[in-house]
């Protein structure tokens, strides 16, 4: 079945220093993924959503790339900031439903 | 700004017990979610559903599941007969498009089965 996981279970960063996450993927055919932010007692929270016809997607202080060749999706946070701690988890589609795969997460903790 | 909303957040069962759990998704959405993500373990996807119908089911929603949307705003996760691993988080979200983009989360019920 398909399977997403993530490179590193905690990451510790220094506020305005930059974060990046990493999430590997095993299923070529995903096409559709997603990273969300969970912070303590609360759902997923969308930040950012890119198409496997794109490598890079840019919003507000994030930015996801993906390789389609090794399979790989990362999430990078500029200039972070106390309130990013949270847990990162990538989910992944493969546009035959609405089924999301997720990655297990990232624990996320800013260094003031 | 909109959002999922979720009630209880913590519901305590004995286990064979029914439950349900509510969510009443962002206005006007279209497509309705449930996850759960047991403690410690990665949010699983449970059913989507569209158009007063199950568009969509995992194999973790089996016949002890059922979902409804009994009014224009609420939507419920029904588990007949509980048992001790249903413990889990559990999501609602909602999206108003075709498709799993963009989903909105609501805040999670914790169910605890003993």
């Known amino acids: 079945g398909e399977s997403v996981g993530l490179h590193l279970p905690t990451l510790s960063v220094q506020e305005g220093d930059n974060s990046i996450i990493n999430c590997a993927y095993s299923?070529?055919?995903?096409?559709?993924f997603i990273w969300y932010k969970q912070e303590s007692g609360k759902g997923p929270q969308f930040i950012i959503d890119?198409?496997?016809?794109?490598d890079k997607r840019q919003g507000q202080r994030v930015t996801v790339l993906l390789n389609k060749t090794v399979k790989h999706l990362s999430l990078q946070i500029a200039a972070t900031q106390p309130g990013d701690s949270a847990v990162y988890f990538c989910?992944?589609?493969?546009?035959?439903?609405?089924?999301?795969?997720f990655g297990t997460g990232t624990s996320l903790t800013v260094i003031p | 700004e909109p959002e999922v909303t979720q009630t209880p957040s913590h519901q305590v069962t004995q286990m064979g017990q029914e439950v349900i759990l509510r969510c009443v998704p962002i206005?006007?959405?279209?497509?309705f979610y449930w996850y759960r993500q047991i403690l410690g373990q990665k949010v699983e996807f449970l059913v989507s559903?569209?158009?007063?119908?199950?568009?969509?089911k995992s194999e973790i929603f089996d016949d002890q599941f059922s979902v409804e949307r009994p009014d224009g705003s609420n939507f419920t996760l029904k588990i007949r007969s509980t048992k001790l691993e249903d413990s889990a988080m559990y999501f609602c979200?909602?999206?108003?498009?075709?498709?799993?983009?963009?989903?909105?989360f609501g805040p999670g019920t914790r169910l605890t089965v003993t």
């Open positions: 890119i198409r496997s016809n794109m």
């Open positions: 299923n070529s055919a995903s096409d559709y």
């Open positions: 979200a909602s999206s108003n498009d075709r498709g799993p983009y963009e989903q909105y």
């Open positions: 206005s006007n959405h279209l497509y």
């Open positions: 559903f569209y158009n007063n119908e199950i568009s969509e």
């Open positions: 989910a992944e589609n493969t546009n035959t439903g609405n089924q999301f795969y």
